[in-house]
Nanobody
Framework: QLQASGGGLVQAGASLRLSCAASGRTFGGYVMKWYRQAPGEDRGLVASMIGGGHIDYAASVKGRFTISRSVAENTLSLQMNSLKPEDTGRYYC?????WGQGTLVTVSS
């Protein structure tokens, strides 16, 4: 029900926009999150949004990443600017209890 896309290979300093398209139901009131799993590490929370309101970011991405949603398109997004090599990993969206399949982001130095 969740399809993540937008990952890719970029150089440090570049930007990417990840999208998580939801199908089958609307998720207006759910908690929406983006996670990152770097190679050899546990999955960690990057950004969260509660029902389109309260937003939180991991300290490592604050000021560079922006989580947003489109109610009309039923899509969750993560705008990632000023990417760093340490941002490399597979990014997963989560809306309520549902997980996307992940999209790989690789940032070269």
């Amino acid at each position: 029900q969740l399809q993540a896309s937008g990952g890719g290979l970029v150089q440090a300093g570049a930007s990417l926009r990840l999208s998580c398209a939801a199908s089958g139901r609307t998720f207006g009131g759910y908690v929406m999150k983006w996670y990152r799993q770097a190679p050899g590490e546990d999955r960690g929370l990057v950004a969260s949004m509660i029902g389109g309101g309260h937003i939180d970011y991991a300290a490592s991405v604050k000021g560079r990443f922006t989580i947003s949603r489109s109610v009309a398109e039923n899509t969750l997004s993560l705008q990632m600017n000023s990417l760093k090599p340490e941002d490399t990993g597979r990014y997963y969206c989560r809306i309520g209890q549902y997980w996307g399949q992940g999209t790989l982001v690789t940032v070269s130095s």
